[in-house]
């Protein structure tokens, strides 16, 4: 309380005084930041970059004033901001400097809590490297970072929430505590815990209440990270749940979970319960292809298909639906003169009269679910007929 008191009255007289030098400033500012005191500290480094000195970014002074600013835009959820001062200063960092350190530590943060984790290990890896050589908080900030990203990516177990009840009570006191103190990032980090512990208690309304504020956060910041756990946790239709496993360098945890719910994957543990809490019925994966993800479905009991990002009802146009419906009963693939007597109830094949017909059929099926349907992806032209590709997933049963 007294070193805060202290710097307080000192940022006070600092304003009130024409500084020369931008030290002063920039000294009381970095105490303020390590103070939480952020708004008192954006005002200081403000007249430390209105100063001729702090200007310009190819001087010691200007850059620190802007690396504690980064700091300050990350503690206050401004990913944009904090990405824009990383941007002006990355020039300056191709070599180890004091600042890099604690530039990339706020880089790294920041990508972590957006989502953008695709290279981000070589980052750490500088990061990790610069701060042996640093000061102990350097090291302790950059081994938290390590620790964050394995912990996100699974390669770390993410310790079980024990009792229900006791979990609850610490995971709400950390969001009111993040929020309290106006810390969007814990905020948000705090309420994904908070819906992963109201899954595991069956708690479904309060689970999709906070999975919703946390989408509604997510989005105030700028972190599609947290927008896609908070969809999972909703959760949503099948078609989207293809995209979210497809994005592991958004939110690994969201991907892992989005492959658990459409029966693939390889969950951890935690993982697998907070799914197994949702009570969602998977699909069974019929035709497996590399990549896993994103893949395609048929959804047997509303007589739909879902892809990536849409669903196209069949309801309607049960004759198209019974093609597909062949195909997943033959194995994934079918003749034309199985098709033919299956889907048309034909006794005999006779490929001069029932060729064209199957061949607008499957043209018409082919329009309505490829995305380009001249150069089908999902329904093949076989030597002797038609063949389904994967991966596609079937959910519910079909009539016998």
Excluded at 34 to 63: D, I, N
Excluded at 177 to 202: F, I
Excluded at 251 to 273: F, I
Aim: overall charge neutral.
């Amino acid at each position: 309380a007294g070193a805060e008191t202290e710097a307080l009255e000192l940022a006070r007289e600092l304003r009130s005084t024409p500084a020369s030098t931008p030290e002063p400033l920039e000294d009381t500012a970095a105490a303020l930041v390590e103070l939480k005191r952020g708004p008192a500290a954006q005002e200081l480094l403000g007249l430390v970059l209105a100063m001729p000195r702090g200007a310009r970014t190819s001087l010691a002074a200007a850059r620190r004033a802007l690396a504690l600013s980064a700091r300050l835009h990350l503690d206050a959820g401004r990913l944009a901001e904090a990405r824009a001062v990383y941007d002006e200063l990355a020039p300056y960092l191709r070599s180890a400097t004091v600042l890099r350190p604690q530039v990339l530590a706020v880089e790294v943060a920041r990508r972590l809590a957006a989502g953008e984790l695709e290279g981000l290990d070589a980052q750490l890896k500088v990061l990790v490297h610069d701060a042996k050589s640093g000061d102990v908080r350097s090291q302790r900030e950059a081994a938290r970072l390590e620790t964050a990203l394995a912990q996100l990516e699974g390669r770390l177990p993410v310790a079980p929430p024990g009792e229900v009840t006791g979990a609850i009570e610490a995971a709400t006191r950390g969001w009111q505590g993040a929020r309290a103190a106006n810390q969007p990032v814990l905020e948000a980090e705090a309420l994904a815990r908070l819906a992963d512990v109201y899954a595991l208690g069956g708690r479904d309304a309060e689970r999709r209440q906070t999975a919703a504020a946390l989408d509604a956060l997510a989005s105030h910041i700028g972190s599609t990270r947290w927008h896609h756990e908070a969809e999972v946790m909703q959760p949503v239709g099948l078609e989207r749940l293809e995209q979210l496993a497809a994005a592991p360098f958004v939110s690994p945890v969201a991907a892992r979970r989005a492959q658990a719910l459409l029966g693939s994957g390889k969950p951890n543990p935690h993982d697998a319960a907070v799914v197994k809490a949702l009570g969602v019925v998977a699909p069974r994966l019929v035709l497996e292809a590399q990549p896993a993800f994103p893949g395609w479905g048929i959804d047997a009991g509303t007589k739909s298909v879902w892809l990536p990002g849409r669903r196209v009802e069949f309801e309607s146009r049960p004759l198209l639906f019974s093609v597909l419906e062949q195909l997943v009963k033959h194995g994934g693939a079918a003749s034309k003169e199985v098709l033919v007597i299956a889907v048309w109830a034909e006794r005999e094949y006779h490929s001069g009269r029932h060729d064209p017909r199957l061949q607008m059929t499957m043209r018409k099926l082919r329009e309505a679910i490829e995305d380009d349907a001249s150069a089908p992806a999902r329904i093949l032209t076989t030597a002797d007929g038609y063949a389904l590709a994967g991966p596609l997933r079937v959910l519910g049963d079909f009539a016998q």
